[in-house]
């Protein structure tokens, strides 16, 4: 398999002792795990990891939660309007990392002119240069990006809920707010699960957005895992670290994918035979 | 009074929620399409007329923009070719023959359908280094199959189980090797399974910064998000222009999206369940 090969290579990788200067590659045992985790720039890095994580995972459930109670509402123009919140999911990340630097601009930003029109700021934030703002900003961001997966899947999931559920629900005396707790949510209850477990799987490894938006900074301030991995491999030159820190996330990762097997069992999908 | 509020409430916040959705979109484009000497004299107004082409200009004769799409348009074609032969063949087989391990081999699909990009691309530097494949567009198509293939062979896997035997038996009776039968029966019934495969890889390498940023290190051989990402490392930033190669970018996507609206939303949601 073309995926697995790199990984397996990254593994062993982490036990040698390979820099970009010298040719020799010496095996070092758990050399690279012992440096990596007496590293704090490491556990600064989880930890910005596990916040931009938990961040982004709740803005996209609740942005895609509530964009998909509203699309599945009977209204004029409604597959137009469905599929522009389609749209930033399959944006290129590059468009949308442009496109959001532009908008949250410190000098020329038009999210800096409204909110100082609108007298909710008396100067213009610097969103991405901000100690305090540029790890919201990146969050707002993927919440953006991909708050539509969320909408998606959620949209699927409230139109195969069968209407006799609310009929029934109605015919009993229960209002809106009633239904919604008693019907709506214990049925999207798998699927607001499943999104959460991949979005947060996805998110944890995310490079691309947080790089192209503030290439982990101001002062790591939105330096998670990936970005650090990259920074010991390409500005530090030491891949035997990368790969420790790269196996750090794949760890994470699997515990990550276990749970995801052991709730759905995708594999169901495809008949195996025996 | 109150039904008032219950049926119009929702349809506001929808509205708001649009409005957040669409604005970035709106920005990108006006933007792109207002001068220079108006863009960096804020404040704004929200609606213009006074256009212009200025900033594509500047884009496609003063920048190396059509040489990187020259790029990214080869490594998606190589992309979409090897990933349908490839899926297609696998699927075939996966469907059609019995083996052992064919559990392990689902789960190992899926699984790897997860790695993320940062995690396989420090490896293929080495690895590509070593064997002089970085810089090359084989490489690149390389390394975006190894995300893109895993989802695309279990694609390919639930569309064969759809075709029906007897049809190919039926054509095994006749005379037709096994490739011809594949060929003439299995392919034809199974095209929106291609198709979808043909996106999804399409989509993967034309969105893909990752592999391309690390990989492609020479400026000869950047795809598009890498070239455009440089257009911001300047001091002094032509941010018209940097919006009209986004919305260029975004064309595809576009095009995708109102062209198979209906297709997509299904078969996003098979994919991704």
């Known amino acids: 398999m073309v995926a697995y090969l790199p990984i397996g290579y990254a593994i062993a990788l982490s036990f040698v002792k390979k820099t970009a200067f010298s040719p020799v590659t010496t095996f070092s045992g758990l050399r690279n795990y012992r440096l990596i985790v007496e590293e704090p720039e490491l556990w600064g890095a989880l930890w910005r990891s596990l916040v931009f994580t938990a961040g982004a995972v709740v803005l996209q459930l609740a942005l895609g939660l509530v964009a998909a109670l509203l699309l599945n509402r009977a209204f004029r123009g409604r597959t137009f309007v469905r599929s522009i919140f389609v749209l930033p999911y399959l944006l290129p990340t590059i468009v949308v990392a442009l496109v959001f630097q532009w908008l949250l601009n410190q000098e020329y930003g038009v999210v800096n002119q409204l909110l100082l029109e609108s007298r909710l700021l008396t100067r213009p934030l610097n969103f991405l240069g901000g100690l305090d703002t540029a790890m919201w900003s990146v969050i707002a961001t993927s919440g953006w990006q991909y708050g539509s997966f969320a909408t998606l899947l959620i949209l699927a999931r409230l139109q195969a809920i069968p209407p006799k559920l609310y009929e029934a629900a109605k015919v009993s005396g229960a209002g809106p707010l009633r239904c919604f707790w008693d019907v709506t949510l214990p049925n999207l209850r798998t699927t607001l699960v499943l999104v959460a477990l991949l979005r947060g799987i996805w998110m944890f490894n995310k490079f691309d957005t947080i790089w192209l938006m503030t290439r982990g900074g101001p002062l790591k301030a939105t330096e998670t895992l990936p970005i650090y991995a990259y920074r010991l491999a390409f500005e530090e030159f030491d891949f035997g670290m990368a790969a420790a820190a790269c196996t750090v996330m794949f760890v994470i990762l699997v515990a990550g994918a276990v749970v995801y097997f052991r709730l759905f069992d995708p594999s169901r999908e495809v008949e195996v035979g025996r | ?273």
């Not at chain 2, 896997?157 to 039926?170: C, D, G, H, K, R």
């Not at chain 2, 096994?178 to 034309?206: N, T, Y």
């Open chain 2, 1 to 273: 009074m109150k039904d008032g509020a219950a049926r119009w409430a929702p349809m506001a916040a929808l509205l708001v929620i649009l409005v957040v959705v669409a604005f970035p979109f709106y920005w990108m484009v006006l933007s792109a399409f207002t001068p220079r000497a108006v863009l960096f004299r804020p404040p704004y107004q929200l609606v213009r007329l006074d256009l212009s082409l200025e900033n594509f200009r500047d884009l496609l004769f003063a920048t190396e923009f059509l040489v990187y799409a020259k790029n990214s348009v080869l490594a998606a074609v190589g992309a979409i070719v090897l990933n349908v032969v490839a899926a297609t063949l696998a699927g075939y087989g996966l469907t059609r023959f019995a083996f052992r391990g064919k559990r392990t081999f689902a789960f190992g699909t899926l699984f790897s359908y997860m790695f993320p990009p940062m995690l396989m691309a420090i490896p293929l530097y080495i690895l590509f280094s070593a064997l002089k494949m970085r810089n090359t567009y084989l490489g690149l198509i390389l390394a975006h199959m190894a995300i893109s293939l895993p989802l695309n062979i279990w694609i390919m896997w639930q569309y064969f189980q759809i075709v029906p035997l007897s049809l190919e038996e039926a054509a095994w009776v006749s005379g037709a090797s096994r490739l011809r039968a594949l060929r003439e029966v299995c392919l034809p019934s199974a095209r929106a399974g291609i198709l979808s495969v043909a996106i999804f890889a399409f989509a993967l390498s034309w969105n893909d910064f990752t592999f391309a940023f690390i990989l492609q290190t020479d400026r000869h051989m950047f795809t598009l998000p890498v070239g455009l990402a440089t257009f911001v490392e300047q001091t002094a930033i032509h941010w018209g222009m940097v919006m009209a190669s986004a919305v260029l970018v975004s064309v595809p996507t576009f095009a995708l999206v109102f062209f198979l609206q209906k297709y997509l939303l299904s078969g996003l949601g098979m994919s991704a369940k």
